[in-house]
Nanobody, 124 residues
Framework: QVQLVESGGGSVQAGDSLRLSCTTS????????MGWFRQAPGKDRESVAH????????LYRASVKGRFTISRDNAKNTMYLQMNSLKPEDTAIYYC?????????????????WGQGTQVTVSS
């Protein structure tokens, strides 16, 4: 069983930055593609960013491209989401997801492990 733990959320002003982390103790972490999703109140969960197991390829939703950066450190079993120039519409619970394949995955249904989420609130 792979447990994912997100951290780094918080309440910030528009234009500020946050860095989310997703950590696991699982040695299999380095074999899994990973991603970030988010869910705003009253809305469906949506894809934010995705990264391959090696970190050599990434994909972003259009609204965060150029502002958010996904990365991973396989030696630390940790994935990151650097969020800059935050906007009120980025307010949501952010979830990390992992596995089961190494290649880029973008659909929610492709992931099998999920964290509990971390709240990000951006005020104007």
């Amino acid at each position: 069983q792979v447990q994912l733990v997100e951290s780094g959320g918080g309440s910030v002003q528009a234009g500020d930055s946050l860095r989310l982390s997703c950590t696991t103790s699982a040695e299999t972490f380095k074999h899994y593609a990973m991603g970030w999703f988010r869910q705003a109140p009253g809305k469906d969960r949506e894809s934010v960013a995705h990264i391959t197991s090696s970190g050599d390829d990434t994909l972003y939703r259009a609204s965060v491209k150029g502002r958010f950066t996904i990365s991973r450190d396989n030696a630390k079993n940790t994935m990151y989401l650097q969020m800059n120039s935050l906007k009120p519409e980025d307010t949501a619970i952010y979830y990390c997801a992992a596995g089961p394949r190494p290649g880029l995955q973008i659909l929610e249904s492709q992931y099998i492990y999920w964290g509990q989420g971390t709240q990000v609130t951006v005020s104007s």
